[in-house]
């Protein structure tokens, strides 16, 4: 069987807990992000973009949605001759379903999948950050290296460094001591969870881990300091772009608002940046302002109609703000009406509600507020 050069595995299964009612029936790399996507399209579109043509997304929690979201990959240019994307479960078995242990383990369970693709090396990705990357420059350094692990990385602060894998490095990059989420970092040059394996390492490495009564099957916590051990070539890709893990409301709210700020000019129906972001067509009438409807510094996609007052916002498909309403620096998902009067800050609506007529929310508060009922 002919080798592909490189296969990309996302990790997408997390049930996202601290978002709270957004995750509720919804896979967090399913959760609305800007307006029109998914969290998930982010990477998705990477690979894409960077000439990635074999997709495998491991789903688990709330599976069966976000598989159909996946569908065969059309969204993102992925169901080619030569291309593909697929939503992979946990094995079914008449015990039950087999779930993932931890993220090496969720690798484990697909190496039929890879063994099938027949790679030389395996890009691991989680599916629920927001950034854009070409991967092959990674790719192009992996190589040069001959490495057998290479991870992504980029500074933290020192108070954000606890909440990463945190590792230190030589003159030339190669990575000489790491440490998953440690009380008193050491460094602040982060993993950013994309890992490009020499995939016979990283077989050998799994079949080892899968083994181990006293693993956790954990990239960061077994996988990675078990390399190191054995002195393999571990290094490190330093990544300088936008980079956010949106896994709280605060965080979630706080990319959006990055959103923005980055758009060649607030204020489109549609997202132009510099990279393309694919995701669902909603084939959807453009949106319309109001004579009333006034809108600053604002994202507004498609369907929404604003007949209130909008700044600093991100309003979403088929959104509906009705006349006397002030919406500032927050994020309105799709399907959401807010009533007459009504007046929203810093505040993520969740999709599909109904905001009464002349509520407020939050106003005058710093802190940031998910409104779901």
């Not at 080798?3 to 009612?21: C, D, F, P």
């Not at 929690?61 to 697929?86: C, F, H, M, T």
């Amino acid at each position: 069987m002919m080798s592909k050069q490189i296969v990309a595995m996302i990790l997408a299964g997390g049930k996202g807990t601290r978002l709270y009612e957004l995750t509720k029936k919804n896979a967090k790399p399913a959760v609305f992000f800007g307006g029109k996507y998914r969290i998930i399209d982010y990477v998705m579109s990477n690979c894409s973009n960077s000439n990635i043509n074999t997709v495998g997304v491991l789903t688990q929690y709330e599976s069966i949605d976000l598989a159909g979201y996946i569908g065969n990959g059309e969204k993102w240019g992925l169901n080619g001759v030569r291309s593909s994307a697929v939503a992979i479960a946990p094995k079914q078995t008449e015990e039950g379903s087999n779930w993932f242990v931890g993220t090496a383990d969720a690798i484990f369970q697909n190496i039929a999948f890879l063994d099938s693709q027949n790679p030389e090396h395996v890009l691991i990705l989680s599916g629920d950050h927001i950034y854009e990357m070409d991967y092959r420059k990674m790719l192009s350094v992996h190589l040069e290296k001959k490495a057998d692990l290479t991870i992504s990385v980029l500074n933290v602060t020192l108070e954000e460094a606890s909440r990463f894998g945190i590792m230190s490095v030589d003159d030339n990059d190669r990575i000489i001591e790491f440490e998953e989420k440690p009380k008193k970092p050491k460094s602040t040059l982060a993993s950013m969870g994309i890992y490009i394996f020499k995939y016979k390492t990283l077989r050998a490495e799994l079949l080892s881990d899968s083994v181990d009564p006293n693993s956790e099957h954990d990239f960061g916590k077994n996988i990675i300091p078990n390399m190191l051990a054995k002195k393999r070539r571990v290094f490190a890709y330093q990544f300088d772009g936008y980079w956010k893990d949106v896994g709280t409301i605060k965080s979630l709210w706080e990319a959006n608002m990055d959103l923005i700020e980055m758009v060649d000019e607030p204020y489109f129906e549609t997202i132009r940046s510099r990279s393309k972001i694919y995701g669902e067509d909603t084939h959807s009438v453009p949106h319309y302002v109001g004579r009333e409807g006034h809108v600053t510094q604002s994202i507004v996609n498609q369907g929404a109609i604003i007949l209130g007052t909008v700044h600093h916002s991100v309003i979403s498909n088929e959104v509906i703000i009705e006349e006397e309403c002030l919406i500032t620096n927050s994020v309105i998902m799709p399907g959401v009406t807010v009533k007459r009067g009504a007046k929203l800050h810093n505040v993520i609506v969740a999709p599909n509600i109904t905001i009464a007529e002349k509520r407020e929310e939050n106003l005058g508060n710093d802190e940031i507020v998910l409104v779901h009922k």
